[in-house]
């Protein structure tokens, strides 16, 4: 059996990157980086984002600024590849804020119903 030869190959040597007809032309592996890949890290930051957040509605808004700045770590970390969690995270930043602008809200209603009450 004979292939057609190419026109620009006068020597009828097999060109680099030329495949024969009737066999299947694999990828090779992939390159060697030079080192080992770091471990992705887990989402304990995240989920304690959420849990600092959610404890953030009950307890003070202190809690949860602690929440929304480990959701921001989080969150940032996720969004680089080093770990996981994005949604966790982002999820904890929310909560975290509408803790806070909560307990301030209940804190200024709670200092105007003393006001209120002083002022009779």
């Known amino acids: 059996m004979t292939y057609p030869q190419d026109p620009n190959n006068p020597y009828g040597q097999q060109q680099y990157g030329y495949q024969q007809p009737g066999y299947p032309q694999y990828p090779g592996y992939p390159g060697y980086a030079g080192g080992l890949q770091q471990p992705q890290e887990g989402s304990g930051l995240a989920v304690g984002s959420l849990v600092c957040s959610i ?66």
């Open 55 to 120: 404890l953030g509605l009950v307890l003070c808004f202190a809690v949860g600024i602690a929440g929304i700045i480990m959701g921001h770590i989080a969150y940032g970390k996720a969004k680089r590849g080093v770990a996981d969690g994005q949604g966790i995270a982002l999820a904890g930043i929310i909560i975290g804020y509408c803790a806070v602008a909560l307990n301030i809200g209940l804190f200024a209603f709670f200092i105007g119903i003393g006001a209120l009450g002083a002022w009779r």
